[in-house]
């Protein structure tokens, strides 16, 4: 059973840090790439950040450009997202989720989702 699980959000004031987490199994994590998403209330679902298999490619939304960084643990099935300089507009749920493939910015090329973690952001 495929299984990817988020944690680690929470309510913060802007300027802070947080790090998600996306625990993964029920498939050979090292094969896929992992990507995050966010989704706030009455607004579509937005690419945020996404990582090759190596690690060696990652990419990123230009509104968090510089101030998020993925990153992945094969060892650990892991991938994680570092959240600095958070504002309020970042507010949204955050999902993970893995594809076979190259990076991509579509959540429809996207083959598993979890089940998200809430970051909220006050000013």
Known sequence: QVQLVESGGGLVQAG?????????????????????????PGKEREFVAAIRW???????????????????????????????????????AYYCAARRGGVSKYSGEYDYWGQGTQVTVSS
């Not at 998600?20 to 966010?38: E, H």
């Not at 939304?61 to 993925?70: K, P, Q």
């Open 16 to 40: 802070a840090s947080l790090k998600l987490s996306c625990a993964v199994s029920g498939f050979t994590f090292s094969s896929y790439v992992m990507g995050w998403f966010r989704q706030a």
């Open 54 to 92: 190596s690690g060696v490619t990652r990419q990123y939304a230009d509104s968090v450009l510089g101030r998020f960084t993925i990153s992945r643990d094969n060892a650990k099935n892991t991938v994680y997202l570092q959240m600095n300089l958070l504002k309020p507009e970042d507010t949204a």
